[in-house]
């Protein structure tokens, strides 16, 4: 690792396993970095 590079950036991926909150249930994800990623749903269906 470079004296420059910061520690996260040695990953690709930002890596969600098992969320539980918000009414999340056991979601795991995995997204790539520096990358546009959205999440839709309808609006209040709690699901």
């Known amino acids: 690792m470079s004296a ?3 520690p996260a950036d040695t990953h690709d991926l930002i ?4 969320a539980r909150e918000n009414n ?3 979601v795991s994800i ?3 970095k ?3 990623t959205g999440f839709t749903g309808v609006s ?3 699901n």
């Open 44 to 46: 209040g269906s709690g």
């Open 34 to 36: 520096r990358r546009l």
């Open 30 to 32: 995995e997204n790539p």
């Open 24 to 26: 999340l249930k056991d």
């Open 4 to 6: 420059m590079q910061h």
């Open 15 to 18: 890596r969600v396993h098992g």
